[in-house]
């Protein structure tokens, strides 16, 4: 991964003016700008679709690879009672994510150092897996299937069918300042669906579009589910 994008994240942390919410999540973990923007509404909304495909249950633990300051498994535990925890490389956004669910163990260590001893029922990572190469993608891919009870989930994946088009909607939000000011030097991986199920293929697996509301990317993006109980 690149130390850019590390140097990046390290710089977002949770400042004495915030209030734990919601919303103060999702824009420490980088959606309040450009192409990658979404309202509070529309996240609420995503959770709850992903939640219905995996089949979250009350009571159901839930391990996050690259969870950032929590927003992802927050708004999961605004829907019902779950046991989360996760990981990220910032530790100014595991703070914050500690802060937000006190009960959940948050770690502030790299994707490559997964441990696969402790289950949890699902593992996923939104948003993460283009800041992998393809060998360190298919290391975490295979550390959270033996990570997960039931299943995992890699959601928001830029689409190497799409990417020239993903790349100017980027641009495109942005002046031409903001945009070389925040991916100069930056690298994102593309990958195809079967990349993962390439990865996996012994395992029932749902892929499908982003299905973010009202989110730039979502029609350059895609998400893949690997489990033995698929859900709609």
């Avoid at 441990?115 to 393809?134: K, L, M, P, Q, R």
């Avoid at 903001?178 to 749902?206: D, M, S, V």
Wanted: include cysteine; charge should be negative.
């Amino acid at each position: 991964m690149s130390n850019l994008w590390q140097q990046i994240w390290e710089k977002r942390t949770l400042q004495p003016q915030h209030t734990i919410t919601l919303e103060t999540l999702i824009s420490l973990d980088g959606f309040d700008s450009g192409a990658g923007k979404i309202n509070l509404a529309d996240w609420q909304e995503y959770t709850r679709r992903i939640s219905e495909k995996l089949g979250l249950k009350p009571g159901n633990s839930v391990f996050e690879v690259g969870c950032g300051a929590g927003a992802f498994l927050f708004s999961l535990r605004e829907q019902m009672a779950l046991e989360v925890a996760g990981l990220d490389y910032a530790a100014g956004l595991i703070e914050a994510a500690q802060k937000a669910m006190p009960d959940g163990e948050f770690l502030v260590q790299g994707a490559q150092s997964l441990d696969t001893e402790t289950g949890y029922d699902f593992v996923i990572a939104n948003s993460v897996f283009h800041y992998f190469d393809e060998a360190t993608a298919a290391q975490v891919l295979q550390a959270m299937w033996k990570k997960a009870r039931h299943g995992i989930a890699i959601l928001d994946v830029p689409n190497a069918a799409t990417r020239e088009a993903c790349e100017l909607a980027r641009r495109e939000a942005l002046t031409e300042a903001e945009y070389e000011e925040k991916y100069r030097g930056l690298h994102h991986t593309y990958y195809t669906p079967e990349w993962f199920i390439n990865q996996l293929p012994q395992w029932p697996h749902q892929a499908f579009e982003s299905c973010v509301p009202n989110y730039t990317q979502s029609e350059f993006r895609f998400s893949v589910i690997f489990s033995k109980h698929l859900h709609g």
